[in-house]
């Protein structure tokens, strides 16, 4: 299969967000191999809280759809518009990335297979450390796509219109969506994700102090 690879660390740097997809079906043998990587991940007292909603159905992804191109309309648009490149991004490579998200936004519901990343609070309260008991398996999720050769992404847009969004996917009382990741045969190849310097992030000791092993 296309750009498929099997080395760890060549998967972790070209794991780039691939928003253009291709409408062609995925197989469910490598759906599955997906959501195995998933189940793999760290959780918070391996509690294993998440759920997982795999949809296919056209029209519950239109109705989610709908919300997500407000949300890009109101939110997304004017800011990618309104800053500058992050680390590591040139202007040029900023601008075929919203133009990228743009794509995404209008054929999101084209994408054959998402899976969307939810937790089971029953009657607790999402905290803030929540998502330590699903983003690490989002994570495993995307490089296994990688893995595979397919594209996918990490995207939490919805939930500006949580509610609305939970609703039109039918969870019920209690379960929670954390991120959606649609996913399919990507146009295009991957190649290296634009991050800055680890110079630019990392401290030792004491904030502000660069790390020493990466002066």
């Not at 780039?16 to 490598?30: F, G, I, N």
């Not at 089971?120 to 893995?147: C, K």
Request: overall charge positive; hydrophobic content about 40%; aromatic content about 10%.
């Amino acid at each position: 299969m296309a750009d498929s690879s099997t080395d760890i660390f060549d998967i972790l740097h070209t794991t780039r967000a691939m928003r253009r997809l291709k409408p062609d079906p995925v197989p469910d043998e490598l759906v599955r191999k997906i959501l195995e990587a998933g189940i793999a991940a760290a959780n918070g007292g391996n509690r294993q809280t998440w759920r997982f909603l795999v949809l296919k159905d056209r029209t519950i992804k239109e109705r989610v759809q709908h919300f997500y191109k407000r949300a890009f309309d109101e939110v997304v648009g004017p800011r990618y518009r309104n800053s500058a490149p992050p680390p590591g991004v040139t202007p040029e490579r900023y601008l075929r990335q919203h133009a990228a998200v743009e794509y995404l936004t209008d054929h999101f519901h084209e994408a054959p297979v998402w899976i969307v990343a939810c937790i089971d609070e029953g009657t607790s309260t999402p905290t803030r450390s929540s998502g330590a008991s699903i983003y690490p398996a989002v994570q495993n999720m995307l490089l296994a796509a990688r893995a595979l050769g397919l594209g996918a992404t990490l995207t939490t847009r919805h939930l500006l219109y949580e509610a609305e969004v939970e609703v039109a996917m039918g969870l019920p009382p209690g379960v929670h969506s954390y991120a959606i990741l649609p996913i399919g045969y990507p146009i295009g190849r991957f190649g290296p994700v634009g991050r800055g310097s680890l110079t630019d992030f990392v401290y030792e000791d004491r904030w502000g102090k660069t790390y020493s092993a990466v002066k």
